[in-house]
Structure formats: structure tokens, C-alpha cells
């Protein structure tokens, strides 16, 4: 998986965080998942943001929180254990749900993952994700400002890949909307092109045109910015 530095993660939880409002239909998504008594592994839990509406959203399920990037665990703020997607750090059949947002594409070796979830998770338990693939990214309005930034989706996974290589079955897959920024001004203020993945594969001067047009367009449009991920819900099958 994919490591940040001390920058990347500061920067990460600038322009990339969310408030719990704004992630208000993720709470409803994943509910039927996240029962009293459950135990959820966090994997890839960054700077905590998941950790952090869990516990306010479901205060009687437990969170574990795994993390590789030593920087992104001390910017969480937050007792985080060391570990990936290859090499999780928990006991066999010891997590109910393991919970994944926007990490999968970071996954260098799905099968070796796959056989590590299969380990922790509990009979009958469920790999949920919270992610872009590459065959379904029309609702992110980045590609709006930034168009060079699809390029970038050719690292993104597709759905069938993820479910594949990690040798799980697909148990329900839909886009979830979130309020990503309150106004494109907002969002403008907090873009940094070292905090997200497609950004990074921009240069330098496409990513300062891209902002110049999000500026611009945020003179004149209020409202909320709404993206779409999806939520892709995996089984043992």
C-alpha cells in the first residue's frame, strides 16, 4: 500500500477530509453493516476521519485502526497499529467487517490481500469499500477543473478487478453522495495537489490551470459541492 509523508498526510487532511454532515448518506449506506457488538477493521485508516465518525455515528461497535504511513498515524491524533493490506496485525477471525475507503487502488497485490482479509474476518463477515474505479468516476466533479486528472484513473482498479483479485463475491455496488466541500470556494481554498492521487499525476502547470479555473468558476456558483463514490460491498461468497 501506498505511503504518505509528513507533507502528503498535513496535506492530505486539509483538502481531503470531510465533515460528518457532508458524509451523512455514507452513515445510512453502511449501517446495515455496522451492527452493535461488531468489531470493524479501519484498514488504510489515514488520518482517522472514518475512526472518528464511526465512533460518533455507532458507539457500540468497535473500531481497530490500521495504518502504514507513520505519518499519517501520528496526524491522526489517534492509537493507530502498523500495517497493510498484506500483512494486517490482528488475529485470525477477529473483525466482523473490514472497512476500506479510498484504498483499494493503493493495493499493490490483491491476492496476497484477499487471503489477509479472508484471515481476520469472522464467518460471514463483509469487506466494505468506499471507492473510485476506473470504469465508473462520472461523478466526481475534479475532472471538471482538472480533465487531465482521468488520465490518472488508468492506476484506478475496476470493480471486477478488486472482486477478483482479492477472490471475494460482489454483494452490492452503488455511488453514495457526499458533500464534499460547502461551495466551490471552499473546495478551492483547500485543493493541494499532493493530497490526492489523480492530482499527483498532473504537473505542475496543469494542476495550477486547473485551480485557476476552479477559482474562476467559484466567483460566480454557490452552492454544495456533491461528488459520488461508490460503495462496493464484498463477501467470501
Known sequence: MTRYDAVEASAYRVAREISFEG???????????????RVVLDL???TGLFVRAFAQWFPE???????????MRAASGMPMLTGDAAAIPLPDASVDVVWMST???????????????????????????????????????????FPEAVRGMSGFPTVAEVADGLGFAVARLEPVG???????????STVRREADTLLRSLSVQEFEAGRERLVAAASVETGPVVD???L??????
Open 44 to 46: 488504510g485508516a489515514g
Open 103 to 145: 484504498v483499494v487502488h493503493h493495493v499493490r497485490d490483491l491476492p496476497a490481500a484477499g487471503r489477509e482479509l479472508r484471515r481476520v474476518l469472522r464467518p460471514g463477515g463483509v469487506v466494505v469499500l468506499r471507492s473510485l474505479f476506473r470504469e465508473r468516476h462520472d461523478g466526481i466533479g475534479l475532472f471538471r477543473f
Open 228 to 230: 459520488h463514490l461508490d
Open 178 to 188: 457526499q458533500v464534499t466541500a460547502p461551495s466551490l470556494a471552499d473546495k478551492a
Open 61 to 71: 461497535v468497535s473500531v481497530v485502526a490500521v495504518e502504514p504511513s507513520a505519518d
Open 23 to 37: 458524509l451523512a448518506a455514507w452513515r445510512e449506506a453502511v449501517e446495515p453493516y455496522l451492527r452493535p457488538g
Open 232 to 237: 462496493l460491498v464484498l463477501d467470501a461468497g
